[in-house]
């Protein structure tokens, strides 16, 4: 005769497996999204073509295999390699200081009450309006290349970084006081860990907008990388070519993104149990 713990743990084993199927079939429906909205894009670039020939869209065909031959010959890679050393450079200087002024700012009340204004002054100005006086200052090459990518991914992080630790979960900071958590442990401790669902977050935003950065760096400075590629095809009308480096950029500001929300789902899965636990 079954008993009540069986009955229970059963119906626990049933849900679960639902749940599991659920979720299998929610991924394969994405999947199949995808795959839908891809072909239609690629028909879409067809028929373009045929309608209005190559110099308006290029024939998908075209552009996959100009992208291998780009590829082959290491016109391609060597691009990408240039353009990663900026982006990789002007985000890492980015992360660093966003997060460590606005743990600052967030930390301390006063402080950012004080700064508040004129980061969202900072903020709210195009950053292509600092190009020509970045020029002046750093000239055209890897440096001010860096910088720019480092203005444009800076301000989503660091403000991110303060809301978090500003906005961080009273019940926890309360707690922690009530078992006698000094001020140094309490900010380390308690409200860092609690905004870090928040950092991330800065941190994905400011990671797409790197690239977008390093390309605008790349087109108005000493043309290289995927930019120099661009503006190259683009002077000469070579379409495919033009559209061959147009996807490598997609694929790597997703590739980036993609990877920075595993990220976040991962360091953010504590925050989750607390929650199904209270």
């Known amino acids: 005769m079954e008993t009540t713990d069986d009955s229970v743990a059963r119906s626990i084993v049933e849900s679960a497996a639902r749940a599991a199927r659920l979720r299998q079939r929610k991924r394969v429906l994405l999947w199949l999204s995808w795959i839908v909205i891809a072909l239609m894009l690629l028909v879409t670039m067809e028929v373009i073509n045929r309608i209005a020939g190559k110099l308006v869209m290029p024939s998908p065909v075209e552009v996959v295999r100009r992208g291998i031959e780009m590829t082959g010959d290491g016109t391609i890679p060597h691009a990408l390699g240039e353009s990663l050393t900026v982006l990789f450079l002007g985000y890492a200087l980015a992360a660093v200081t966003g997060i460590g002024f606005g743990i600052l700012l967030g930390g301390i009340p006063f402080a950012g009450k004080v700064f508040d204004p004129?980061?969202?002054?900072?903020?709210?100005?195009?950053?292509?309006?600092?190009?020509?006086?970045i020029i002046v200052w750093f000239g055209l090459y890897t440096e001010a290349k860096v910088v720019v990518v480092w203005n444009a991914a800076l301000f989503p992080i660091l403000i991110n970084t303060a809301a978090g630790i500003?906005?961080?979960?009273?019940?926890l900071t309360e707690m922690a006081q009530s078992f006698g958590a000094g001020k140094r442990a309490l900010f380390w401790q308690v409200m860092v860990p609690d905004a870090l669902p928040s950092i991330l977050s800065g941190l994905r935003i400011g990671a797409a907008i790197s690239t977008v950065g390093t390309v605008i760096a790349e087109l108005t400075m000493a043309q290289s990388g995927l930019g120099?590629?661009?503006?190259a095809a683009g002077n000469r009308f070579q379409m495919d070519r033009y559209f061959a480096v147009v996807i490598v950029l997609m694929a790597?500001?997703?590739?980036?993104?993609?990877l920075l929300r595993y990220a976040e789902r991962r360091l953010g899965r504590w925050r989750v149990s607390m929650a199904e636990g209270r």
């Open 118 to 133: 004129f980061v969202n002054a900072m903020n709210s100005t195009p950053g292509a309006a600092f190009i020509p006086l």
């Open 166 to 171: 500003a906005n961080a979960n009273r019940e």
């Open 228 to 231: 120099g590629l661009l503006v």
């Open 252 to 258: 790597l500001g997703t590739l980036i993104t993609a």
